[in-house]
T-cell receptor, first 113, second 112 residues
Framework: GNSVTQMEGPVTLSEEAFLTINCTYT??????LFWYVQYPGEGLQLLLK?????DKGSNKGFEATYRKETTSFHLEKGSVQVSDSAVYFC????????????FGTGTSLTVIP | DGGITQSPKYLFRKEGQNVTLSCEQN?????MYWYRQDPGQGLRLIYY???????QKGDIAEGYSVSREKKESFPLTVTSAQKNPTAFYLC???????????FGPGTRLTVT
């Protein structure tokens, strides 16, 4: 079956620190992979995506590379800001199951000045 | 502006009452989804619909019902049979071909 595993939080970093949030997946086919961000009290916003192996998704300084050999899609940012404080969700979409999404449990990030 | 609207943002109900949460999209997306989010947890799929007049149960459909009479609308009814209805409910839509889902702002339901 399909599933996503994220590193557990919460994660606390100082401003300008390097961020890595690990995400690994299990999939029966060739999924698309996504990172979403959720700010307090709001819905999820699409942060970046990758649709095939070796693709790199990037947005707002965040990056993630689709690694088929390690079934991973780790989120990275070189220098975090206080405004990056949020919960981050890794997800996969499988066309074989009608594009049903499978979400990780989320990783809470707090950036302190 | 294109997007997904959910109303209301906060909803309070007494135990034993049914309540309907609204979800409307003007993105012309075929697929729509309802998720439940509990504090500190991920999203759990309640129901989804790929086309008008058709929908499927997700992982936690018991105590919920939906309808899809129009492409733009996918209301969710939380019935009195749902044992623990207090949660944050998120609606999403997706264009079939591309896969990514777009989310509404959510409705926080409190049942006392």
């Amino acid at each position: 079956g399909n599933s996503v595993t994220q590193m557990e939080g919460p994660v606390t970093l100082s401003e300008e620190a390097f961020l890595t949030i690990n995400c690994t997946y299990t999939a029966t086919g060739y999924p698309s992979l996504f990172w979403y961000v959720q700010y307090p009290g709001e819905g999820l916003q699409l942060l970046l995506k990758a649709t095939k192996a070796d693709d790199k998704g990037s947005n707002k300084g965040f990056e993630a590379t689709y690694r088929k050999e390690t079934t991973s899609f780790h989120l990275e940012k070189g220098s975090v800001q206080v405004s990056d404080s949020a919960v981050y969700f890794c997800a996969l979409s499988d066309r074989n199951t009608g594009n049903q999404f499978y979400f990780g449990t989320g990783t809470s990030l707090t950036v302190i000045p | 502006d294109g997007g997904i609207t959910q109303s209301p943002k906060y909803l309070f109900r007494k135990e034993g009452q049914n309540v309907t949460l609204s979800c409307e999209q003007n993105l012309n997306h075929d697929a729509m989804y309802w998720y439940r989010q509990d504090p500190g947890q991920g999203l759990r799929l309640i129901y989804y619909s790929q086309i008008v007049n058709d929908f499927q149960k997700g992982d936690i459909a018991e105590g919920y019902s939906v309808s899809r009479e129009k492409k733009e609308s996918f209301p969710l009814t939380v019935t009195s049979a749902q044992k623990n209805p207090t949660a944050f409910y998120l609606c999403a839509s997706s264009p079939q071909a591309r896969g990514e889902q777009y989310f509404g702002p959510g409705t926080r339901l409190t049942v006392t």
